[in-house]
Structure formats: C-alpha cells, structure tokens
C-alpha cells in the first residue's frame, strides 16, 4: 500500500493545525502505517491522497448514514449554493426542516438549529438552567467539547474549577449514582443529560426511573441523540425505548454529511428562548438545511434505520461468533448498537472517554486499526454502518476481523 | 409599497415552531407585515424575499457577505467539493490548503484550527488562554459570541450561574484606564483580553499598543476578534490594518463569503498546547466549506479589495452625512464605524423609549418600502456600485426628510 503522501501530510498538518486535525480523526492515524487524509467519498467507499481506496466504517464519525455523494442531496445542495447559501434574516426552509423534525420526533414541538452537535447541547443546558432556576448539571457519556462535559473528563486543561464543581458525572444504568447526586447537591440540578445507547443499552426500567426522578424533583430530562437520532429508530431513541425527554438534541446524520444540528422540545420550555439568549450567525445557512430536508424526508420515507439495524445486526452476529470461536470473551466484547458497534474491552468499563486506556490495550487498538486499514478497511473501532454498505462489505469487515482475532489469541500482537 | 403577503403567512408558521430570533438584529421580527422576513434568493448587492421583492441589500447577512451574494468563483469550488464528499472520515487536505492561506496573511497566525461558528473558536482561544496562564478571569469589551464567558457581559445574560458570570470581566474601549484598573483589581486572575478592533470606534493612538503592553506585563493573552475585521478592514485583518499583533485570533463571517467557518489562529508557542486540551468538532473539517473559503482567501488577499471597500464607503458616508446636514439631524442621528462598515445610530432625547424604537423602525420600513435592505449597520460589498450607492443616499435623504418631524 502506497502511503507517502499520507506521510507528508502528517508531517505539515502537525506543524500548522494543532495536533494535525480533529481528534477523533487522527488517534492512530498519525503514525504513517494510515491513511492520515481523505480526498474522496464515494457511496461507502473513501479514497486517500494516495490513490487507496477503503470500505469506510467511520462515515465521517457517524454523520454519513445515507453514505456519500449522494445524488439528491448534493442536487438539493448545490440549489442552495447556486442561490446564495446565506441570506438575510429566515428561510421558508427553517420552517419545512422543523417541520419534518417534528414528524419524525415524538418530543418535538418547537425546534432551533444549529451547526454542531456541541451548540445545541450547550444551550439546552443553559435553558434548563433557565427554565428551572436551578444550577447543576448531571450528564452520562460525551455530549460535545463545551466546558460542561470536559470539565470532568483527562483532559480538562483551561476550565475554570467553578464550572468544574456545576457539572457532575454519573453512571449510566446506575440509578443510584443519580440519586447520591441530588443529596449530594441538594436538588439543585436544572438538568440530566444523557444518551441512549453508547456502551450498553439502558438496563430494564433505568429511562422510566429517571423520568420520573426528573418530573418529580422538576428536573429537564434532556436526551443527546446526536448519534442515535435517525440511526436507531428514525424517531430516535426516545421512540425506540418509549420514554419522552423534555429537550432533545440531533445532529450528525440530519444532513448526511453538511453541517447542521437541532435542539428540541416541548413548547413550555423552548419558548423561553424569547428570554434566553441563542443567535449564531450561521444557523439559518441554507445548503445545510436544504441537505437536511430531503435527508430527512427520505428517513421518513424509507425506514433506513430499520435497514441498517439490519445490517449491522447480521455484522454483530458475525463479530460475536469469530471472538468466541478464538475464546477471546473475556477480552474484546461486542457494545454499542447494531448501527452502532463498538469494539471495546473488557474489564475497561472506564467510561471517560479520552483517558488512556492502558498501554496494552493501546497496542491492541493500535494493531487492530492498522490492520483493518492495510486491507482497505478504515475504521477506528467504533463502526457506524450506512446504507450504503452492502452485504460483500460487511462479510469483508468481518474476515479481517477474523484474521485479527486470530493474531490476537495467537499473541502475535 | 411592497406586497409582504407570503411573508405575513409564513411567519405565522415560523413563531410556532421557531421560537427567539435567530439573528442578532436590534429588531424582532415582530416588524413582519410591513419589512421582509423570509429570503429565498441573493445575488451580488440583491436579495429577493419569498414575495419576489428585489432588494439592494446592506444587511450582507450581518457581515458574512464581502464578495457579493452567491459568488460565481467561491460557488464553483464549493460545488467542485460537493462531488467529492462534505464531511470525511479522517482529515481532509483542504484544511491545510486553507491553513496555509490564512498564515501567509495575517500576522499573528502560524497555526490554525478551523470551527463551524464564530463562537467556537473565540470560546477555544478563551479555554486555551485560560489552559497556558493558569488563570481563570477574562476581560472583553464587545460582542464575542453566545458562549457563556461572552454572554455573561451582555443584559441578556440568563441561565448564566453566578460563578461563572463573576469571571466574565467588562472593559471599556478606547478607555486604557478601565482597563488598567480591572487588571489591578484582579491581579494574576486575569487569562485573556477578547476584543475587536473596530466595532463603534477606531482605536485611539496608541491604545492597541497600551493593551498590548499592559497584557504582556501582566502575562495576560491577548485575543483578537476578527469575526467582523477579518478581510474587510486589510487581507491580513484589522491586525496588520492597526500594526498590532495579538497572541491569538479569531476568524468567521466572512471567511468563507457565507459558507460556515471559523477560525481560531495564533503562535505556534500557543497554540501547540491546543493538543492537550479537547477541542473537536464533527464538522470541523467539513470540507465545502473549507473549499469555498480557500477560493475566497485568494480573491480577499489583494489589497485592492479592502481599499475598494473602504472607498465606497468613505463615499457612501460622505453622501449620508450631507444628507443628514441639509435635513439639520446632526444632534439626532450619527454615523460610526468603519468605512466598510458604517453604523448609523439615532439618538432620540425623549426620555420615551418607544419614541425612539418607533423611528428606528420607521426608517427600515421606509427602506423597505423603497427596496433598499436596512438595518441601521451597513455592510459595503465588492459589488455595490456607485450607482447603487447613490440610490442609497438619495431614499436616505427622502426617509429623512419624511421622518424629521418625530425627531423634534
Ligand atoms: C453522543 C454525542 N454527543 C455530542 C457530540 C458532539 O457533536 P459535535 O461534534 O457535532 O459537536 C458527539 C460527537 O461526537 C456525540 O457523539
Ligand atoms: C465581533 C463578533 N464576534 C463574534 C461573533 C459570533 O459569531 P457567530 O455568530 O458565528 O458565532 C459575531 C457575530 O455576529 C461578531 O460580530
């Protein structure tokens, strides 16, 4: 495999961008055994800046669940471009894009938009505050690069101890950990913030305990589906499990790929916006939502994500087998959900998610990456499947796990 | 008079589902029935609202517009892009194209971190200051975003806790001695200074220079919001414009001619720390945009443009302020700002606050009327023509002179 190219370009991207790129883009990608840089995107297939094609099981972290350069969207795009892709004031696209969020979403009566993930995560947190008059957040997993979340994680460099002693960790399907909180702070919590399904799916009646918890102790309930939205049910987690949020945030797949995020909620709560402060000058951008509406007209057209469950259920059953058939239960274990996989480890339920793992575990990590991606396979262990991929796809995907297994239990690692 | 019948209707729509404004304009969109709210359509100096009305527009979309609407050359890169892929996998080398770009132009910038939105990258140089000076206070003395540590120096400063607000600190600009004395007050608490260069006010003489001072004496870091400056004012921002460098800045707005980016450049002995911190965003590399703004980079990195820019709106102010002279409304309305960006504010004595708001709205509506976009801050573009410029003053001149008699 030809990779000098990918080799120059780590060595220029570390000199001018911070650490080369987005996190999550480079860890492991950076050692010239990678690709490091994509030039191309086709269906479910990426090129590199050498020339190397790849089956892509990152899907640009999870936003590209249609796969890429799809036909009727790039049309709905370039319509957007070729009219100016930012006007003045409002679209009528706000309105139709809203629109379609609140068919597909039970939660949603009033929506606002945003470009990333962390924006409307953040103010959903800053209106609870609002709403409830109360100061604390308590949050389960990721939830964007604001101080709230970073706060409490290993890399929490440049965050004032004051936001740090406001926002609190707890456990998920540890219904507990929630409980000794709100002693702990005295009630004072505005919101919960949580996702679905990251590691493990919520544990029978967690979601409806901590409903009630939160209606009870006038808590806003808000649900990060940046990644479940649209993925495992096209209404969401909360549809999927059946519980309802007061706010809820998307982002990533609502626009297969452009930059465009959603808060919403109910009416009571979203209205107080008129009070709260939120206006970023790029939200009402319009080739983001003109990608998002037709994106979000063929969730609601097609049922993709029953599709991909579907897929990524046949793939999981493969990856469970081959860990079996190389006794390696003890160690790699199948987490996340079927349009989500996560490759994890055992014995590693550390749920902060930049802490190094141990030096093994990094040398595991490391081989697997590098091996998926000598045979033309790009993923980083947490593997989105798109609709896209086809059936030869994911048996190949499943091969070179098998090859890896293999060298694992063989210790050739 | 304008016919706004499909603009009545869909804001109807628009209040039940979108609540708050989206956009910063002084105005509500309560004014809907009289000014357009909904747009469909921009081109060069024109926008269209959904009723078909063709506007000479100043607005810009607040500024995110230097090139003129839907610009053919930024465009076709952005639609070459668009048949490779938006958002990739892993990194895209257009971020370092444009990278590249930036750094050859402005002063300060030896390394780069693109965002999606002007706030993010103020609120990352804001964490990193905080990160390389161990300190967690921050003085600012404008606009800088939605983020809490900005938001908290503004009226609208709700479901801020306290303790985050009581480390957000105010400056006045053009005013070395507040800020002297804050810096006093807070001594060795202080991270950062945030501020732009040029929003109401030229710096004074000499006082960028002071702050500088002052900040590296105090090992303070000092960030530069170039959201607005940024390739209007000079290519190489209100920083090479003024001589001043900063530790860091910040870019939006235009940077991409409407495409969203941002970004957060600085020195290399600065920013290299940003690797120890978390700053990651799924569309930070999403790459039309990136491709629109390395194509706009190169048009913007020609000193003709911003000297262009300026001139039009020396004319443009010259023809204002003589309309403002002959209907003798020199006490009641003035202009601010930057040629490129002139602010024209009106100041009413009525101790009536509705007075006032009444007049400011009378004056968008009249505009309106005459299809001329308004907002009380201009935003000169490359393709606003003389001739458009001279329309402009002249239904400046005529809503004026119909709108003298509430000033008395
Ligand atoms: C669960 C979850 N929430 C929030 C985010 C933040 O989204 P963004 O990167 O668009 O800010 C992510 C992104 O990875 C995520 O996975
Ligand atoms: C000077 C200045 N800084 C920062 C911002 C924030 O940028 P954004 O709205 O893209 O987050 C703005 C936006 O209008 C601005 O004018």
Same mark, same amino acid.
């Given at each position: 495999?030809?990779?000098?190219?990918?080799?120059?370009?780590?060595r220029?991207?570390?000199?001018i961008?911070?650490?080369?790129?987005?996190?999550?883009k480079?860890?492991?990608?950076?050692?010239?055994?990678t690709?490091?840089?994509?030039v191309?995107?086709?269906?479910?297939?990426?090129t590199?800046?050498d020339?190397?094609?790849y089956?892509?099981?990152?899907?640009?972290?999870?936003?590209?669940?249609?796969?890429y350069?799809?036909?009727?969207?790039?049309?709905?795009v370039?319509? =957007?471009?070729?009219?100016?892709?930012?006007?003045?004031?409002?679209?009528?696209? =706000?309105?139709?894009?809203?629109?379609?969020?609140?068919?597909?979403?039970?939660?949603?009566?009033?929506?606002?938009?945003?470009?990333?993930g962390?924006?409307?995560?953040?103010?959903?947190?800053?209106? /609870?505050? %609002?709403?409830?008059?109360?100061?604390?957040?308590?949050?389960?997993?990721?939830?964007g690069?604001?101080?709230?979340?970073?706060?409490?994680? @290993?890399?929490?460099?440049?965050?004032?101890?004051?936001e740090?002693?406001?926002?609190?960790?707890?456990?998920f399907?540890?219904?507990n950990?929630?409980?000794?909180?709100?002693?702990?702070?005295?009630?004072?919590?505005a919101?919960?913030?949580?996702?679905l399904v990251?590691? %493990? %799916?919520?544990?029978k009646?967690?979601?409806?305990?901590?409903?009630d918890?939160?209606?009870?102790?006038?808590?806003?309930?808000?649900?990060? =589906?940046?990644v479940?939205?649209?993925?495992i049910?096209?209404?969401?987690?909360?549809?999927?499990?059946?519980?309802?949020?007061?706010? /809820?945030?998307?982002?990533?797949?609502?626009?297969n790929?452009?930059?465009?995020?959603?808060?919403?909620?109910?009416k009571?709560?979203m209205?107080?916006f008129?009070?709260?402060?939120?206006?970023?000058?790029?939200?009402?951008?319009?080739?983001?939502?003109?990608?998002?509406?037709?994106t979000?007209?063929?969730?609601?057209?097609?049922?993709?994500?029953?599709?991909?469950?579907?897929?990524?259920?046949?793939?999981?059953?493969?990856?469970?087998?081959?860990?079996?058939?190389?006794?390696?239960?003890?160690?790699?274990?199948?987490?996340?959900?079927?349009?989500?996989?996560?490759i994890?480890?055992?014995?590693?339920l550390?749920?902060?998610?930049?802490?190094?793992?141990?030096?093994?575990?990094?040398?595991?990590?490391?081989?697997?990456?590098?091996?998926?991606?000598?045979?033309?396979?790009?993923?980083n262990?947490s593997?989105f499947?798109?609709k896209s991929?086809?059936?030869?796809d994911?048996?190949?995907?499943?091969?070179i796990?098998?090859?890896?297994?293999?060298?694992? @239990?063989? /210790?050739?690692? | 008079m304008?016919?706004?019948?499909k603009?009545?209707?869909?804001?109807?729509?628009y209040?039940?589902?979108?609540?708050?404004?989206?956009i910063?304009?002084?105005?509500?969109?309560?004014?809907?029935?009289?000014?357009p709210y909904?747009?469909?359509? !921009?081109?060069?100096?024109?926008?269209?609202?959904?009723?078909?009305?063709?506007?000479?527009?100043?607005?810009? #979309?607040?500024?995110? +517009?230097?090139?003129?609407?839907?610009?053919?050359?930024?465009?076709?890169?952005?639609?070459?892009?668009?048949?490779?892929?938006?958002?990739?996998?892993l990194?895209?080398?257009?971020?370092?194209?444009?990278?590249?770009?930036?750094?050859?132009?402005?002063?300060?910038?030896?390394?780069?971190?693109?965002?999606k939105?002007?706030?993010?990258? *103020?609120?990352?140089?804001?964490?990193?200051?905080?990160?390389?000076?161990?300190?967690?206070k921050?003085?600012?003395?404008g606009?800088?975003?939605?983020h809490?540590w900005?938001?908290?120096?503004t009226?609208?400063?709700y !479901? &801020?806790p306290?303790?985050?607000?009581?480390?957000?600190l105010k400056?006045?600009?053009?005013?070395?001695?507040?800020l002297?004395?804050?810096?006093?007050?807070?001594?060795?608490?202080?991270?950062?200074?945030?501020?732009d260069l040029?929003a109401k006010?030229?710096?004074?003489?000499?006082f960028?220079?002071?702050?500088?001072?002052i900040?590296k004496?105090?090992?303070?870091l000092? &960030?530069?919001?170039?959201?607005?400056?940024?390739?209007?004012?000079?290519?190489?921002?209100?920083?090479k414009?003024?001589?001043?460098?900063?530790?860091?800045?910040?870019?939006?707005?235009g940077?991409?001619?409407?495409?969203?980016?941002?970004? *957060?450049?600085?020195k290399?002995r600065?920013?290299?720390?940003?690797?120890?911190?978390?700053?990651?965003?799924?569309?930070?590399?999403? #790459?039309? #945009?990136?491709?629109?703004?390395?194509?706009a980079l190169?048009?913007?990195?020609?000193?003709k443009?911003?000297?262009?820019?300026?001139n039009?709106g020396?004319?443009? +102010?010259?023809k204002l302020?003589?309309?403002i002279?002959?209907? #003798?409304?020199?006490?009641?309305?003035?202009?601010?700002?930057?040629?490129?960006?002139?602010?024209?504010?009106?100041?009413?004595?009525?101790?009536?606050?509705? &007075?006032k708001?009444?007049?400011?709205l009378?004056?968008?509506k009249d505009?309106?009327?005459?299809?001329?976009?308004y907002?009380?801050?201009?935003?000169?573009?490359?393709?606003?023509?003389?001739?458009?410029?001279?329309?402009?003053?002249?239904?400046f001149?005529?809503?004026?002179?119909?709108?003298k008699k509430?000033?008395?």
């Open positions: 495999m030809k990779l000098e190219k990918s080799r120059r370009i780590i220029v991207a570390k000199k961008l911070p650490g080369g790129s987005t996190f999550n480079t860890a492991f990608f950076d050692e010239g055994k690709p490091f840089c994509l191309k995107g086709n269906k479910s297939e990426v590199d800046i020339g190397n094609n089956t892509d099981f990152m899907n640009g972290l999870g936003c590209n669940l249609l796969g350069n799809i036909g009727f969207i790039n049309r709905a370039e319509k =957007e471009i070729n009219n100016g892709c930012l006007l003045p004031f409002a679209s009528d696209l =706000e309105i139709q894009v809203a629109k379609k969020l609140k068919k597909l979403i039970p939660s949603a009566e009033m929506v606002r938009f945003g470009k990333n962390s924006d409307v995560l953040t103010q959903a947190v800053k209106l /609870s505050r %609002y709403c409830t008059n109360k100061k604390h957040v308590i949050f389960g997993g990721y939830h690069w604001h101080d709230w979340v970073i706060g409490s994680s @290993s890399r929490s460099g440049g965050i004032p101890e004051a740090k002693k406001i926002s609190h960790k707890f456990i399907n540890d219904f950990s929630i409980l000794k909180l709100h002693k702990k702070l005295n009630g004072n919590i919101c919960i913030v949580m996702d990251a590691r %493990y %799916y919520p544990e009646n967690f979601l409806k305990k901590v409903r918890f939160c209606s009870k102790n006038k808590i806003l309930l808000v649900f990060d =589906e940046i479940t939205g649209f993925r049910n096209k209404g969401g987690a909360q549809t999927f499990f059946k519980v309802t949020p007061d706010l /809820s945030c998307f982002g990533k797949a609502m626009g790929g452009m930059p465009i995020s959603a808060l919403v909620g109910k009571q709560y209205k107080k008129n009070d709260v402060f939120y206006a970023m000058n790029f939200v009402g951008e319009k080739a983001s939502l003109a990608a998002a509406k037709v979000l007209d063929y969730y609601l057209k097609n049922d993709v994500a029953k599709e991909i469950n579907k897929k990524g259920n046949f793939l999981s059953t493969q990856l469970k087998k081959i860990i079996k058939k190389y006794k390696l239960n003890n160690f790699i274990q199948i987490q996340g959900m079927s349009s989500r996989i996560i994890g480890f055992k014995n590693n550390d749920s902060d998610f930049l802490k190094k793992k141990s030096a093994d575990i990094d040398q595991i990590v490391r081989f697997m990456i590098q091996t998926f991606a000598e045979n033309k396979i790009l993923c262990l593997v499947i798109n991929h086809s059936k030869k994911l048996t190949k995907f499943a091969k796990f098998d090859q890896i297994c293999y060298k694992i @239990s063989n /210790s050739k690692v | 304008i016919r706004l019948n603009n009545k209707l869909f804001l109807k729509g209040k039940n589902l979108i609540p708050g404004t989206k910063f304009d002084r105005f509500d969109p309560f004014m809907i029935g009289q000014t909904f747009f469909k359509k !921009g081109k060069g100096s024109y926008s269209w609202d959904i009723d078909n009305n063709k506007y000479l527009d100043f607005h810009m #979309s607040l500024g995110s +517009i230097i090139l003129g609407y839907s610009h053919e050359k930024v465009n076709h890169s952005a639609k070459k892009q668009l048949l490779k892929g938006m958002t990739f996998s990194m895209n080398d257009l971020e370092i194209e444009t990278a590249r770009k930036m750094i050859k132009m402005i002063p300060s910038a030896e390394m780069v971190r693109f965002g939105n002007g706030s993010d990258v *103020l609120a990352a140089g804001v964490r990193l200051a905080r990160y390389i000076t161990k300190r967690d921050v003085i600012s003395c606009w800088h975003g939605i809490d900005s938001l908290a120096n009226s609208r400063n !479901g &801020i306290n303790e985050i607000k009581k480390l957000s400056f006045e600009f053009n005013n070395i001695e507040s002297h004395n804050l810096i006093k007050k807070n001594k060795n608490e202080v991270a950062c200074i945030v501020m040029c006010y030229y710096p004074k003489k000499g960028l220079n002071e702050v500088k001072k900040a004496k105090n090992k303070i000092l &960030i530069f919001d170039e959201i607005i400056t940024g390739f209007r004012l000079h290519p190489g921002g209100a920083q414009y003024f001589g001043v460098t900063p530790d860091l800045s910040c870019f939006g707005k940077l991409a001619n409407g495409f969203p980016l941002s970004a *957060l450049v600085g290399k600065y920013m290299r720390k940003a690797n120890d911190l978390f700053y990651s965003l799924t569309f930070a590399g999403e #790459s039309i #945009s990136l491709a629109a703004g390395s194509t190169d048009i913007y990195n020609d000193l443009l911003s000297k262009e820019l300026e039009k020396n004319y443009l +102010i010259n302020q003589k309309a002279d002959e209907n #003798s409304l020199n006490d009641n309305i003035k202009i601010y700002g930057m040629p490129c960006r002139p602010i024209i504010e009106i100041k009413h004595y009525s101790k009536n606050l509705s &007075i708001k009444t007049l400011s009378n004056l968008i505009f309106a009327k005459k299809k001329i976009l907002n009380g801050s201009i935003f000169i573009c490359k393709t606003h023509t003389l001739k458009e410029l001279n329309y402009m003053s002249l239904i001149n005529e809503v004026l002179e119909k709108n509430y000033f008395k």
